[in-house]
């Protein structure tokens, strides 16, 4: 990896990936996007990856979204490719086969935020500011924001959020369930590697397979979401880590599951 990005396995199962960019806020250049990219298929190689954090460096951005002294530059059909291209990279976030907790150290704009939004979790920093500020800039959200947004706030805050372009801090995140957590700066990582080390502590298998159901229940009605569940189950039954559960339920001891 070069240094717009930087990525930590770290010995708990855990991968950490950084955006490195803070002179820029952490702005989403084709450069970093190409790297973040490659760290996401590398981590979803890896089979001793159980959970992924992905966070910003420095104190003052989480990602200020796409670059926009890049896009300045471009034509109209690039700007379009460029959309498009970060939309795939949140949706490649989205479909990365373990939990991802989104530890949102400085501000969320745009494409910023929208990358969060595609985690499965996110902890922010108390005084951060997170929005969605494309209206301001007379365009819309096109990496996911409007379809994310409200499936996860709900329809009436999300159109606030788009339709003013105003941000909102932290606090205010917490009350509407756009982040699941709020954490003094200076705890963000420490609690963020605390919930990730609680997640790939469970068995990687099951964690794989209830991203998959609740990600794909919730796009159906109840009838199929529960099939949907059912088939997921099924996939843990044969494997050896249900059954070093069962051993170290018995045993009184904690479980070392290996994702087999």
């Not at 989480?62 to 896009?71: M, Q, T, W």
């Not at 291209?85 to 929208?114: C, F, Q, R, S, W």
């Not at 606030?160 to 009350?175: G, M, V």
């Not at 991203?211 to 843990?236: D, F, P």
């Amino acid at each position: 990896m070069a240094d717009l990005l930087q990525l930590d396995i770290k010995e708990e199962h855990i991968a950490v990936i950084t955006l490195n960019r803070p002179e820029a806020a952490n702005a989403l250049s084709k450069a970093m996007l190409v790297e973040l990219n490659e760290a996401i298929q590398q981590i979803d190689q890896n089979h001793h990856v159980f959970c992924t954090i992905l966070t910003g460096s420095g104190k003052k951005a989480f990602c200020a979204g796409a670059d926009l002294k890049e896009r300045r530059g471009m034509l109209e059909q690039q700007v379009i490719e460029a959309v498009r291209y970060i939309g795939e990279t949140t949706t490649a976030i989205e479909k990365m086969k373990m939990p991802v907790i989104a530890a949102i150290n400085g501000a969320a704009y745009g494409g910023g935020l929208e990358l969060a939004l595609a985690c499965d979790l996110r902890i922010a920093a108390r005084g951060v500011k997170l929005g969605l500020t494309e209206t301001s800039l007379a365009i819309i959200p096109g990496a996911g924001g409007t379809q994310r947004l409200p499936r996860l706030v709900g329809l009436g805050h999300a159109k606030r959020l788009i339709y003013t372009a105003k941000p909102i801090d932290a606090n205010e995140a917490l009350s509407i369930g756009l982040v699941e957590q709020t954490v003094d700066e200076n705890c963000l990582q420490s609690e963020a590697l605390f919930l990730a080390k609680t997640i790939a502590g469970n068995g990687p298998i099951a964690l794989k397979q209830a991203k998959t159901a609740i990600n794909t229940g919730m796009q159906t009605n109840i009838s199929e979401g529960l099939e949907i569940e059912h088939v997921s189950y099924l996939e843990t039954i044969p494997t050896a880590d249900r059954m070093e559960g069962l051993q170290a339920f018995k045993e009184k001891r904690k479980p070392m599951y290996e994702g087999r």
